[in-house]
């Protein structure tokens, strides 16, 4: 991976996100996901030996995929190699998609549309949104917009950084997986396990480097820096996940919030932790604010990439 090509993949990203209908590796890997699910569960009655059966196939298959497709690639022509490359790796992050998925919840919220915009979080979150309030809502998209800076910006572009496009693809497959199998209910708990934890172990390193890129970022944006160190030390353990705690409390230290409280996953409600102090009332200003450390963080961790690969060079 070259610093021009890491430029132009992040640039195709802020300028286009995720074109609806575009040729997409990580939709093909969810219906890839989706087939050898049906299959493993029909033919191997060990449920977390087919989960781990999963895992292996979606990585092998993904992997030599592009592998494949980038030898050919090379055998033609070095500028199908760059263009490949771009592809894959425009692919793999969601910058804007997330910004403008989100964006969605909010702009419902500014319109007095609860319903709408439960409907709009629903489409980006993993828990039940029918009976969130206000403050629900708005709590649960920053939330989800402070973990994705991770998960869906910041661990790609590191995976990138350190093996180019295909280890950033079987990160994305492995994020894939745990978003479709990867939960702890009765359907999923055997089946999903491998792929969790090997969600876990791959976004360990990147979600700390988020909470500090956040904390680095806070201070340029005029936002509490301070406590986003303190109560990402305090609050990043208590979250459930090992890993979304620490962009989702350096998150919250720097907008003086508090996140996190119960919320409903498959029809149980879940206990969980809140994370930050309550310093500020939750507002759509947070949003914006999230929005800012969103951009910000990856622009840093853009810099960062950049100088490295161009010292590599």
Not at 12 to 38: A, Y
Not at 94 to 108: D, F, I, K, N, T
Not at 240 to 261: D, I
Request: hydrophobic share 50%; proline share 3%; aromatic share 8%.
């Amino acid at each position: 991976m070259s610093a021009s090509l890491l430029f132009g993949i992040l640039l195709l990203d802020l300028c286009f996100g995720d074109p609806r209908g575009w040729p997409h590796p990580i939709v093909w890997i969810g219906r890839l996901i989706s087939r050898l699910e049906t299959w493993l569960r029909g033919d191997v009655k060990n449920l977390r030996a087919a989960g781990t059966i999963l895992v292996l196939l979606v990585m092998a298959i993904s992997g030599f995929t592009a592998l494949f497709v980038l030898t050919l690639a090379t055998t033609l022509s070095a500028w199908l190699v760059g263009l490949v490359t771009l592809w894959i790796g425009w692919n793999c992050l969601a910058l804007r998609s997330l910004h403008r998925e989100s964006a969605l919840v909010v702009q419902a919220l500014t319109r007095d549309d609860l319903n709408e915009a439960r409907q709009a979080l629903s489409m980006i979150v993993g828990r039940e949104t029918a009976h969130l309030d206000e403050e629900g809502v708005l709590k649960a998209c920053l939330e989800t917009v402070a973990e994705n800076a991770s998960d869906g910006v910041i661990a790609p572009l590191f995976y990138m950084i350190l093996g180019g496009p295909i280890l950033a693809l079987l990160y994305k497959a492995v994020n894939t997986l745990d978003s479709m199998v990867g939960y702890k209910n009765e359907k999923y708990l055997e089946l999903g396990w491998a792929s969790a934890r090997l969600d876990d172990l791959l976004n360990y390193i990147p979600a700390r480097l988020s909470g500090l890129l956040i904390i680095t970022v806070a201070f340029p944006l005029g936002l509490n820096g301070g406590a986003a160190w303190r109560i990402m030390l305090r609050d990043a353990g208590k979250h459930a996940s090992p890993n979304a705690g620490w962009p989702e409390a350096a998150a919250a230290g720097a907008l003086e919030v508090q996140l996190g409280g119960p919320a409903n996953y498959f029809g149980h409600q879940i206990e969980k932790s809140t994370i930050g102090d309550a310093v500020q009332k939750l507002t759509v200003g947070h949003y914006h604010q999230m929005v800012r450390l969103l951009y910000g963080t990856t622009l840093l961790a853009a810099v960062i990439g950049l100088l490295i690969l161009g010292i590599v060079q």
